[in-house]
């Protein structure tokens, strides 16, 4: 059999150049025959593993990475990817995420082998916070990505899934909460604020954002109209609330 290279360039989910390897097997039924072998950040990894792919496809022994577990694929593959790409503090949450919560469960099967029920089945068994449970899709997520442009699944089977949210039960103070906190902040310069926040139930942006000219003292009425928000060199209005 002769089986030649077929290798192309181009860019990943991140914008940086790879370099696809595929056996070109010729053809089969009539029609032209291909087997991936992966996708490399250099032409000359591309070029090396493909010749070992030959060999190894050529003894019929299956390809390096075709029986890749999920955990062998995030630490040898994905990090060295995102790492160039991510701010330190971003990819050590990434680290983190994957330690705590992908490397002792799914991320012990094979990536062809992950299915949209056992990712459903996963989120389904983590008892945590839903923002932590969203740190772990993000990450999931981008690496079946990856997965998928390295040509080792044809889909992604996180594509789509959506998590449910834990429902919370709403906890309000009593009369008597309320009144011994404003008895302990009264001589707190905001005591006003504190007062107003409890009568109301006012978002903390929405009271933040009032002026005087938001008060009609006649009708006794607080309009309640835009809100601030919190941006890195100070607070800006936003009308329209």
């Not at 072998?37 to 030959?54: C, D, L, P, R």
């Not at 060999?55 to 630490?75: A, E, H, R, V």
């Not at 442009?149 to 992604?156: E, G, P, R, V, Y």
Request: aromatic share 12%.
């Amino acid at each position: 059999m002769n089986i030649n290279l077929n290798i192309q360039k181009r860019k990943d989910n991140y914008g940086n150049p790879r370099y696809r390897c595929r056996l070109d097997i010729g053809r089969i039924d009539g029609k032209r025959k291909f087997v991936n072998v992966g996708t490399f950040s250099s032409k000359a990894e591309a070029k090396s593993e493909g010749y070992t792919a030959i060999q190894q496809y050529s003894k019929g022994k299956s390809l390096p990475k075709q029986d890749i577990s999920l955990n062998k694929f995030i630490t040898e593959y994905w990090f060295p990817i995102v790492k160039e790409s991510l701010k330190n503090r971003t990819y050590e949450g990434y680290q983190t995420v994957y330690h705590s919560f992908i490397k002792d469960s799914i991320g012990q099967f094979r990536v062809r082998e992950i299915t949209r029920w056992m990712i459903l089945e996963f989120y389904k068994e983590l008892n945590i916070a839903d923002n932590t449970k969203r740190n772990i899709k993000t990450v999931l997520n981008q690496v079946l990505n990856e997965a998928k442009f390295q040509d080792l699944i044809s889909q992604n089977p996180h594509d789509n899934i959506k998590l449910t949210q834990q429902q919370k039960e709403m906890s309000v103070w009593s009369d008597e909460e309320a009144k011994a906190f404003l008895e302990y902040v009264r001589s707190d310069r905001d005591y006003a604020l504190w007062h107003l926040f409890l009568a109301t139930g006012l978002r903390r942006g929405e009271a933040t954002a009032l002026e005087i000219t938001d008060f009609d003292p006649e009708e006794a009425t607080l309009f309640i109209n835009k809100q601030t928000w919190k941006v890195k060199n100070g607070h800006i209005i936003f009308d329209g609330v």
